[in-house]
């Protein structure tokens, strides 16, 4: 999503948006270089409206996001094969 300060301000993509009548969203697609096609999205909702990071994690089969604001963290058991 856009920043809506100075620094970020008056970007193409505000304009670009506003033409189409739609609204920013919050996400991750992955890219097919061969291609070019989008194999795979990830869209962020609610609290999270921007990403600062995107690593490609090599060999990582099953990949998860975990908080601390819950136990969750605590009932995670992974067993690598």
Known sequence: KPRHNKTFGGL???ANLKSRNAEAR???QVIDLRTGDAV???RMEGVVD????????PDVRRPMAL????D???????IEA
Do not use: M
């Open 12 to 14: 193409a993509l505000d």
């Open 26 to 28: 919050c996400g991750v």
């Open 40 to 42: 795979h999205w990830l």
């Open 50 to 57: 921007e990403l600062y990071d995107v690593v490609a994690l």
């Open 67 to 70: 908080g601390f604001k819950t």
């Open 72 to 78: 969750e963290i605590r009932r995670v058991l992974s």
